[in-house]
């Protein structure tokens, strides 16, 4: 039996599931760095490394799931394997892309956040009973150490972010291609199972 023809797809129809589904994980990305450019800010700077745990462990986790639901939404209609992995791995990679940028984003908005609202709030006036023979900063007002202490987190956060979301990006993919193919098996299965109810039933007619 003839299989029936692939329905056409439109780019709109991958573009616009990715997008749904990024949309909550860039705002989840971007409340987790937020918490982890928060921690880098404020002192003592040893509990930096606790802010960064969630996301480090819980963002591959999460693209990789959203890369996969999405993929389920993007082949739903298609029975071909190659086609569907291919498709599969494209939604994917768009789902991680646009989060990937809706994250660098909000991440963008947060440091203009930090900058211009955030900072202006502290003190700048030192600490009372700093010596200043110990450290050149132990007399540094918090407002002064934070915009000092931008040099060092800036660099380190947007760093580990990109770098993050290169894997990040690549385990949605992943996901999408894997889901693709077993959603293409799966309608193949049920598409032969289709067909040998049909044989049966008209073998069981001509007896």
């Known amino acids: 039996m003839i299989a029936p023809p692939l329905p056409p797809h439109s780019r709109m129809s991958l573009i616009l599931p990715a997008l749904c589904f990024a ?6 990305q971007g409340s987790m760095m937020g918490v982890f450019f928060g921690l880098c800010l404020i002192p003592p700077l040893h509990p930096w490394f606790i802010g960064m745990l969630p996301w480090l462990f819980g963002m591959p986790i999460g ?11 993007t082949t739903r209609h298609t029975s071909d394997e190659t086609i569907s992995q291919k498709r599969g791995r494209l939604s994917g990679f768009l789902t991680g892309l646009f989060s990937s940028l ?28 700093c010596v200043l023979h110990v ?15 931008l040099i ?33 098996r799966q309608a193949l299965e049920r598409r032969f199972k289709e ?13």
């Open 23 to 28: 949309l909550p994980l860039a705002l989840a």
């Open 63 to 73: 693209f990789a799931l959203t890369g996969g639901v999405c993929s389920l939404r």
């Open 102 to 129: 809706l994250g660098l984003c909000a991440l963008v908005l947060l440091f203009v956040w930090y900058t211009n609202w955030w900072i202006p709030t502290l003190s700048d006036q030192p600490f009372p009973g």
């Open 135 to 149: 450290t050149p900063l132990s007399c540094m007002s918090p407002q002064l150490g934070a915009r000092w202490s």
């Open 152 to 184: 060092a987190v800036v660099p380190s956060v947007f760093g580990a972010f990109l770098l993050g979301n290169i894997f990040f990006v690549f385990f949605a993919s992943q996901s999408g291609a894997l889901i693709g193919r077993l959603r293409a």
């Open 195 to 207: 067909e040998r109810g049909i044989l049966v039933i008209e073998a069981d007619r001509r007896r």
